[in-house]
């Protein structure tokens, strides 16, 4: 029966894709540690995550949509290499061209296979050690070192944020009153 609570508690948490990953800094990140920088281009939009705590480039695992779609895509074009080079070729055009169809579908498969190996081979590691010596529960992992933390964490202290009010009061009650001598009110 430990076991099983064991096995729960295991199953409960997130995976280490849940997370992001910085190589300086040595661990996971969690939402509030990374920030996200957005490109736009004319097809879309490109992420680029960078760590909180050093500003240095954070990385990101492949998700388990990647990895299924990437298996889909390969069983797919395995079917069709059967089906293009199971029917007679009657020209020398006709086979290079199916050939080189076959070669770079299976090409392109392979090739997001190795990309999400190799960032798993980067991220799984990270996680494993940082699990391993601080427990399986993201809430009780250490938070970030004084010296890493942003001022982006930072609130005013209370009084500030009430003269920055009383401020903002004044600025919008004279803007107002300006307004109402000349007449526009």
């Known amino acids: 029966m430990a076991r099983l609570g064991v096995l ?3 199953l409960g948490m997130a995976s280490y894709r849940a997370y992001l990953y910085c190589d300086k800094c040595d661990r996971p990140l969690r939402k509030n540690e990374y920030r996200r920088e957005a490109r736009y281009t004319g097809g879309g939009v490109s992420y ?11 990385r990101t695992p492949l998700s388990m949509a990647v990895w299924v779609g990437v298996v889909l895509w390969t069983c797919l074009w ?6 293009l080079l199971g029917e007679p070729i009657y020209t020398y055009s006709q086979a290079v061209e199916r050939h080189l169809l076959v070669f770079a579908g299976i090409a392109i498969s ?17 996680y494993d050690r940082w699990v391993t010596h601080h427990g399986l529960d993201p809430e009780n992992w250490p938070d970030a070192p004084k010296l890493y933390r942003t001022s982006e964490n930072r609130k005013l202290p ?10 903002g009061f004044l600025v919008v009650s004279l803007i107002w009153y300006n307004n109402y001598k000349a007449g526009l009110f």
């Not at 395995?78 to 089906?83: G, K, P, R, S, T």
């Not at 392979?110 to 990270?126: H, M």
């Not at 209370?158 to 401020?167: D, E, F, H, N, T």
């Open 48 to 58: 680029t995550y960078y760590c909180r705590l050093c500003n240095a480039l954070a």
């Open 8 to 10: 729960w508690r295991v």
């Open 158 to 167: 209370k009084w500030k944020q009430i003269v920055a009010l009383v401020i």
């Open 110 to 126: 392979l090739g997001y296979f190795a990309r999400g190996w190799w960032k798993k081979s980067k991220c799984k590691p990270i």
């Open 78 to 83: 395995v079917l069709l290499a059967a089906q």
